[in-house]
């Protein structure tokens, strides 16, 4: 009898050891041997290219320490958006964060995304990181909040060195071989990169030079399609022309300017000046040719070629071979002022960091998010360490030694040591010290004393001090501005978006094949008689019902 209740007794603590174990084994915040919280590893996708850094990665043990949090990053491959999404959807598997890009608004319609709303108003840095009106931009048709835009939001004074976005880039050399020339049109750009390259076809190890370059792959085929805007003085509304003296849409894809833009590109095609690979290669293949210094111009966004190109330029010593692009104020003629560059504060509202139905921990999710945006945090992912990475005057000034400076743009060096986790939301402006950028690129000392001799010759034969100087500085458009913001957001529910997306796959079956054609007026007429049948019209009129919203609200 002893001997039974006894057994009973060990089966009974076997089993409450058991549910103990398993209580533990399933909390969130379960500790380790020692005592201590065991890091939260969350994952996430980012439809766009990006490099994995190392799984022991420096700075993301530290952040990790501090945030009790880690994330594994994984980034678009060599597939579509779309493809890549499409099998999340299908398999109904997911990351736990994810920014989707222009698959978003399918995400939400597929029940795929959660709500945030009550973690932003629970976490200060997230509720403080954009006004209520901005938020409020954010919901959905449902009322609802279900991502954030990681690039939207500054703190303190604008700063800003670097042009980040859209422009004709030209490198140093070819500008410091034709003595500096002033460059205002479409013409004289591509009159000098012929010249250039006539006289210098190749490399000084005698590697051919690619004069000019075009990038299509996907959703970045903007580098070759929307040009004219641009070249008719107008600023990024990514899709449509808004003309602020009438307040209406205009198409920039069949105006005059776009027929005079794409028959250069046709005759310089035929001349050999435009790599005859632009309309197939992938995004890698066109990154490796910058990355070289063969390409001599080529349009295209900052952020979508620097990060990579620009450091393999200092990494292979190109940077002191005039390799380095600058952005050129590149319009139609002379009398248009280019507005490449706004002051805007563009809020991209169309997608953003978003948390999947499969995240089993949203609160521990958006903690991390808010931990990212403090201030020590978010030193750690673009200054790095002090003492390692940066220093700090007796101003309190970081800055970085020489040293420091080539470490931070070795493609090895970042892969093993820093850890910005550049796609979830940051701060751009100033620091809440008052005096430091929040990134290492805008703080003006810091920026004059990385640039190459070449970069600083040509900025000072153009009495320019950054990048932002080479274009100049506008105004902010008006109230509806960028309109891409909605045209991103559009679906084929109406029929505004199913125009919309059969212009883009008119666009980009025909275009390529306007510039390569053996006779352009024949198949810029094949063109606009294609495009004509994807009714642009629905397109354009949906567009003009959103502008009058965002002037009249």
């Not at 099998?87 to 964060?97: G, L, V």
């Not at 959660?114 to 108003?121: G, N, R, S, W």
């Not at 040293?403 to 796609?423: G, L, Q, W």
């Amino acid at each position: 009898m002893r001997k039974s209740l006894f057994n009973i007794f060990i089966l009974i603590c076997v089993g409450i050891g058991l549910i103990l174990t398993l209580v533990l084994w399933f909390d969130p915040k379960r500790t380790n041997k020692s005592g201590e919280e065991q890091v939260k590893e969350f994952t996430a996708f980012f439809a766009v290219h990006g490099t994995e850094i190392d799984d022991h990665n420096d700075i993301s043990k530290v952040i990790a320490e501090k945030t009790n949090c880690k994330v594994k990053e994984t980034w678009l491959q060599d597939e579509s958006v779309e493809r890549a999404i499409g099998r999340m959807i299908e398999d109904d598997e997911y990351p736990d964060f994810i920014d989707a890009g222009e698959m978003s608004s399918v995400l939400y319609e597929k029940g795929a995304l959660m709500p945030l709303d009550e973690y932003i108003e629970k976490y200060p840095n997230i509720k403080n990181y954009l006004s209520e009106d901005q938020w409020n931009e954010l919901r959905q048709s449902d009322g609802h909040i279900y991502w954030i835009p990681q690039f939207s939001s500054f703190y303190g004074e604008e700063k800003g060195c670097v042009h980040t976005e859209e422009a004709f880039w030209i490198q140093t050399k070819v500008l410091k071989w034709a003595g500096y020339p002033q460059i205002r049109t479409m013409d004289q750009y591509f009159d000098l990169i012929d010249d250039y390259y006539n006289a210098n076809p190749t490399l000084s190890d005698g590697t051919p030079v690619i004069p000019y370059t075009i990038l299509c792959d996907d959703w970045k085929y903007y580098c070759l399609e929307n040009a004219p805007a641009f070249l008719d003085g107008y600023p990024n509304d990514g899709s449509v022309i808004v003309d602020p003296t009438t307040n209406t849409i205009i198409d920039y894809n069949t105006t005059e300017t776009a027929k005079k833009y794409f028959k250069r590109l046709n005759e310089e095609y035929k001349k050999g000046i435009v790599d005859p690979d632009s309309f197939t290669q992938s995004y890698d293949q066109y990154i490796e040719k910058l990355s070289s210094g063969r390409v001599l111009g080529m349009i295209d966004q900052w952020w979508d070629f620097a990060y990579v190109a620009e450091d393999a330029f200092k990494a292979k010593g190109l940077d002191k071979e005039g390799c380095q692009y600058v952005p050129l104020p590149v319009t139609i003629s002379e009398d248009v002022k280019n507005q490449w560059h706004c002051s805007a504060h563009v809020l991209h509202s169309s997608s953003g960091l978003a948390i999947t139905k499969s995240c089993e921990d949203i609160d521990g999710a958006m903690k991390f998010v808010n931990d990212l945006l403090g201030q020590e945090v978010h030193n750690l992912r673009f200054w790095g360490i002090e003492g390692v990475d940066y220093k700090v005057d007796n101003k309190g000034m970081f800055y970085r030694t020489p040293e420091m400076r080539v470490n931070a743009y070795d493609a090895s060096y970042k892969k093993a040591h820093f850890c910005d986790y550049s796609y979830f939301p940051r701060w751009n402006g100033t620091s809440r010290d008052g005096r430091n950028a929040m990134q290492p690129e805008d703080q003006e000392s810091e920026f004059y004393d990385t640039l190459s001799d070449d970069l600083k010759e040509c900025f000072d034969a153009y009495g320019a001090q950054t990048y932002v100087d080479m274009l100049g500085v506008n105004d902010a458009p008006g109230p509806w501005y960028p309109m891409y913001t909605y045209s991103q957001t559009m679906t084929n529910a109406t029929d505004g978006g199913k125009a919309w997306r059969l212009m883009e796959n008119c666009k980009h079956q025909y275009l390529p094949r306007v510039v390569m054609a053996d006779n352009f007026e024949m198949a810029w007429n094949i063109y606009l008689e294609a495009y004509s049948y994807c009714k642009p019209e629905d397109f354009i009129n949906e567009m003009q019902i959103e502008l009058d919203r965002r002037i009249n609200k």
